[in-house]
């Protein structure tokens, strides 16, 4: 052993430390009896690609089925849309789409994702749509083999072999994280763990205390992989508020201060780019995002500022300086001089919970509402990494091991939102995967690691493989009713389509004819949405009928009203009674007078005005 030493309870300090009376600096010491050469990490990562890559294909079959590649008609159907877009217009993205809404609405999804692939698949040839689905359904399998070949071998590197395999096998064959990334899932949620964990990786870096050069790269990766997620996925400022925690509270700030200062300039140059109309609330990426940023840079700069005065004595005298918080009231000071920063905060809070219309929709329901083998399923899903990250955090606090309580810290933060909304195991399943596998070497001599390691290393293969015994199409029959719908609508006369919200992006897309209501929901402007279910639930025709006049609306397609009013009822607050409805009265036999109807199939029919 070089000049480390021994502490009492076996851990490794270094001799700058011990001399200083400081907590260790925070690094993930290998646990096996030598670090992986190079050629082993190298081997690790390819087979981890390898073995990701092929159980992402397993389902090519149904996706090209029939010839030509078939993908989901939900948010799938309008990623295709703006990346087939971006690759005619590089590098321009479609964010103002007249198809949408009334007379037009801007899309809530940044634009990274789409105009990126929309580039690549232009670099591969194609610019015309079909060209371009061709290509883009091979992006997600491709993708996140890569990121799990690149997590193995980072974390044999830093970590030892152990934690790298145990790792390795969630990430490659968790079938949550499987069936969010094989061939045709372009949807962009399967982005969401390899950002994650660039944002997680970066703020481990940060928590190190090493000279000014290596703050800046630290901070320098930290601000990149948080402006990389924001202009991906909004949703992902959940991370970046983990790390400013973790890094304010547990680091000098430095990192910190960098990092989020390039994302808070990334986030303003794009937001005074946008157009005048361009909207200004928790769903767009801008003003919020931009201010959250803005105030962490100033409270973690201030906090470093702070605790270099309190080390010198001599400026100090009788005053005592309390930097942290002195940093937070500085840095909401900061939040709080963008006017419309907290009203969106506030209101994005109820993307966590009492936003009526993410209550109607599955993804969104809370862990515990799920029966059954759904329950169990979802459970074994969370593997055994949901129990080893509480002994996992208990070690890192009684050991001071930053690093590791970083880790544990982000997974035990979106366990507890995967508990409340499915939405977030995307996410939470790799971090508890990564919290299990590092948790396991720590207790490599004891009797029952073997026991501890198996979850992690046999779960998810063995659902995977239980899962792959029934045939998984990429288009469920009921949205294959919806292609139909679509299919029809394409060889209509052109004109706005008033419909389940469900639907819209199938209408938009497939169906060629532009939409009220779509599948961006209350994002693009609420008052419309809730509008058009008020006029869905209208107990006269003529009512209906003066709400199409009124916006242009020429074609209306209905779903059963035993699920149809309901979810409108429950996205307009009001508890319209459901034979009251012209909606059910024309389902059941009346003869419409204002409407015609042109296309029929049970549960779903087509009028036109």
Not at 52 to 81: C, M, Q, S, T
Not at 133 to 158: D, E, H, K, N, T
Not at 325 to 347: C, K, M, W, Y
Request: aromatic share 10%.
């Amino acid at each position: 052993m070089d000049d480390d030493q021994i502490s009492p309870n076996g851990e490794q300090k270094d001799e700058s430390t011990i001399r200083n009376n400081e907590p260790p600096i925070p690094r993930i010491t290998h646990s096996d009896p030598r670090p992986p050469t190079p050629d082993t990490r190298v081997r690790l990562a390819l087979l981890a690609f390898t073995i990701a890559l092929v159980v992402r294909l397993l389902n090519a079959p149904y996706i090209f089925e029939g010839g030509a590649p078939r993908i989901p008609p939900v948010d799938e159907d309008y990623h295709w849309k703006r990346i087939a877009f971006s690759a005619a217009h590089f590098p321009h993205v479609l964010e103002f789409d007249r198809d949408r809404g009334i007379g037009g609405a801007f899309c809530p999804w940044p634009p990274l994702y789409d105009v990126a692939a929309g580039g690549a698949t232009r670099l591969l040839g194609a610019t015309d749509p079909d060209a371009v689905l061709a290509r883009i359904v091979w992006f997600p399998p491709l993708l996140f083999a890569l990121f799990a070949g690149l997590a193995v071998f980072a974390l044999a590197s830093v970590c030892g072999d152990a934690v790298a395999i145990l790792c390795g096998i969630a990430l490659a064959t968790s079938p949550f994280l499987v069936t969010t990334s094989w061939i045709g899932s372009i949807d962009h949620h399967y982005l969401e763990p390899p950002l994650t964990f660039a944002i997680l990786g970066a703020t481990c870096l940060g928590l190190r205390r090493t000279d000014r050069r290596h703050q800046l790269i630290a901070g320098l990766l930290l601000g990149i992989a948080i402006t990389a997620a924001m202009f991906v996925q909004t949703a992902l400022l959940v991370a970046a508020a983990l790390a400013f925690a973790i890094l304010f509270f547990w680091s000098d700030g430095i990192a910190a201060a960098y990092g989020f200062t390039i994302a808070a300039i990334a986030v303003t140059l794009y937001r005074v780019t946008r157009p005048p109309a361009f909207p200004d609330n928790q769903w767009f990426l801008g003003w919020t995002h931009a201010a959250l940023f803005a105030a962490a840079a100033v409270a973690c700069g201030l906090k470093n500022v702070g605790r270099t005065l309190q080390s010198d004595e001599s400026r100090l005298s009788d005053w005592r300086v309390r930097p942290t918080f002195f940093a937070l009231l500085a840095g909401t000071v900061v939040f709080l001089a963008v006017p419309t920063a907290l009203p969106s905060l506030l209101t994005g809070a109820h993307f966590f919970g009492g936003d009526r219309w993410l209550k109607t929709i599955q993804e969104f329901q809370p862990l515990w509402r799920a029966h059954g083998d759904d329950l169990v399923s979802d459970l074994a899903g969370l593997s055994g990494g949901a129990i080893l990250v509480w002994f996992l955090l208990a070690r890192s606090i009684r050991t001071r091991d930053r690093a590791r309580l970083a880790v544990a810290i982000f997974a035990i933060a979106y366990l507890g939102l995967t508990i409340t909304s499915r939405r977030f195991w995307i996410v939470a399943i790799p971090l508890l995967a990564l919290a299990g596998a590092l948790y396991v070497p720590l207790i490599a001599r004891k009797r029952w690691a073997i026991l501890a390691a198996t979850p992690i290393a046999l779960l998810p293969p063995l659902q995977l493989a239980g899962w792959l015994l029934t045939p998984m199409t990429p288009v469920p029959p009921n949205q294959q009713q919806w292609l139909r719908a679509a299919e029809f609508m394409k060889h209509q006369e052109p004109g706005r389509v008033l419909g389940p919200w469900s639907l819209g992006h199938a209408i938009d897309v497939e169906g060629k004819h532009p939409v009220v209501l779509d599948n961006f929901g209350t994002m693009p402007d609420a008052r419309t949405f809730e509008s058009a279910h008020e006029a869905l639930l209208s107990r006269a025709e003529t009512s209906l009928a003066r709400y199409c006049d009124a916006n242009g609306i020429r074609y209306l397609i209905l779903d059963s009203p035993k699920f149809g009013v309901a979810s409108a009822n429950a996205i307009t607050g009001e508890n319209q009674e459901l034979q009251s409805t012209w909606w059910w009265r024309v389902h059941h036999g009346a003869e419409p007078r204002q409407f015609r109807l042109i296309w029929s199939e049970p549960g779903l029919r087509i009028y036109r005005r």
